[in-house]
T-cell receptor
């Protein structure tokens, strides 16, 4: 079974500083994808970044980067130069391809609430 | 593009009532999904569909039914509502369902309370 673990219920960061949100995953599949979504207090789910299991480079999208350590089964999100608008819940999610296809189904972690202080 | 739209935004149901949560996407995506999010928790998959006429159960399907008669629409039916179904419901869609990237696009959610 697939499992995503986010061990930090809450994190605090000062504006303009960098912060790392942890995510570890468990799967026996060789092919999988890891996603990070942001959920602001308004409730919508916003896609941030994706990392494929065969990607050799860490994914980056603007101020977001994914620190992918395959051997340790971790996919931490790094937000550089934090902004007040980054305050939100952040979810790590995994899509696996057991048997050749997953139909895109995602398994989510429990989330980390990030608060950015001015 | 409106993306993924969901109606209603909020609903209060009495125990035993039924209702349908509507979901429509205008991106011509093949794959659609229903998730529920309980307070302070991550999302759990209820049902998914890989195309018109094809649906399958996710992790928490009990108490729900779905249908997919068109590519655009994927309604979720709650029969005999129970307090345990109090949650926020998200509909999502994606084009391929697998492969590089291909993130899911989420609707704004429906907040349902069963009392």
């Amino acid at each position: 079974a697939q499992k995503i673990t986010q061990t930090q219920p809450g994190m605090f960061v000062q504006e303009k500083e960098a912060v790392t949100l942890d995510c570890t995953y468990d799967t026996s599949d060789q092919s999988y994808g890891l996603f990070w979504y942001k959920q602001p207090s308004s409730g919508e789910m916003i896609f941030l970044i994706y990392q494929g299991s065969y990607d050799e480079q860490n994914a980056t999208e603007g101020r977001y980067s994914l620190n992918f350590q395959k051997a340790r089964k971790s996919a931490n999100l790094v937000i550089s130069a934090s902004q007040l608008g980054d305050s939100a819940m952040y979810f790590c999610a995994m899509r696996t391809s057991a048997g050749g296809t997953s139909y895109g189904k995602l398994t989510f972690g429990q989330g980390t609430i990030l608060t950015v202080h001015p | 593009n409106a993306g993924v739209t969901q109606t209603p935004k909020f609903r209060i149901l009495k125990i035993g009532q039924s209702m349908t949560l509507q979901c429509t996407q205008d991106m011509n995506h093949n794959y659609m999904y229903w998730y529920r999010q309980d307070p302070g928790m991550g999302l759990k998959l209820i049902y998914y569909s890989v195309g018109a006429g094809i649906t399958d159960k996710g992790e928490v399907p009990n108490g729900y039914n779905v249908s997919r008669s068109t590519t655009e629409d994927f309604p979720l039916r709650l029969e005999l509502a129970a307090p345990s179904q109090t949650s926020v419901y998200f509909c999502a869609s994606s084009y391929y369902g697998q492969g590089t990237g291909d993130e899911q696009y989420f609707g704004p959610g429906t907040r349902l309370t069963v009392t």
